[in-house]
């Protein structure tokens, strides 16, 4: 129930947008979520708590809880951080961190404002030419470093391109060999299927992760 509603977004015709969450074990410190700012602006985070099982979820809940009631603030993205990471610390006993990729997406231009609190970075499907990273950390990650500081990063997302969030799940995904698909490997994928919209490629890329690994995630 952390995650959001399919209705949290209503469709529309300027862009499209999937996501998927599969947690290693019944509890996870992976999350997701998005929503409307306004009529035409939407806001979205991905995140990764260090960890697994409930402490990790519990810590996840809160770090998403407050990153909502911070967004109706309309504070600036890097001041909301700032606010976050000192929340997160007054309270964080097992010195746990979240690594972060927060984002403010204007449908009718495509200008993406956002901070990168030491996640992987998104890979970028443009219309035409490879499947690259982009939007590399704009600072550390959240809950440990006190009085850290984050920029606000902006890029402009063309007509026909996508944005792929991603955690470390997929990339430090094993095979039964020990070796893992890694960064690389995971642009390879998304060349591959870079044509299928958001929710046959989310799906191709969980698939393709039980593929690989075959046995435990």
């Not at 602006?41 to 979820?57: E, H, L």
């Not at 449908?107 to 993406?112: E, F, M, S, V």
């Amino acid at each position: 129930s952390l995650l959001p509603s399919e209705d949290a977004v209503p469709p529309a015709e300027t862009f499209d947008l999937a996501a998927g969450n599969v947690p290693a074990r019944h509890m996870a410190g992976d999350f997701y979520d998005y929503w409307m700012c306004d009529d035409s602006t939407m806001a979205f985070v991905i995140a990764d708590v260090s960890g697994k099982g409930v402490p990790a979820a519990f810590f996840m809940g809160i770090t998403r809880t407050m990153i909502r009631n911070l967004d109706k603030l309309q504070l600036d993205l890097d001041v909301m951080m700032r606010t976050v990471n000192e929340l997160l610390m007054e309270s964080n006993r097992r010195s746990m961190f979240v690594t972060l990729f927060y984002g403010v997406y204007e449908l009718d231009t495509g200008r993406l404002r956002y901070i990168n609190a030491g996640h992987l970075p998104p890979a970028r499907i443009p219309r035409n030419g490879p499947v690259t990273t982009t939007a590399e950390a704009t600072g550390t990650v959240l809950g440990v470093i006190p009085d850290a500081e984050w920029t606000v990063g902006e890029l402009v997302l063309e007509e026909g391109e996508a944005l792929v969030l991603y955690t470390d799940g997929v990339t430090e995904a094993r095979n039964e060999d020990g070796t893992m698909l890694e960064s690389d490997g995971f642009l390879e994928l998304l060349e591959r299927h870079r044509t299928e919209a958001s929710d046959p490629l989310c799906r191709s890329i969980v698939s393709f992760i039980d593929e690989f690994e075959g046995a435990e995630q």
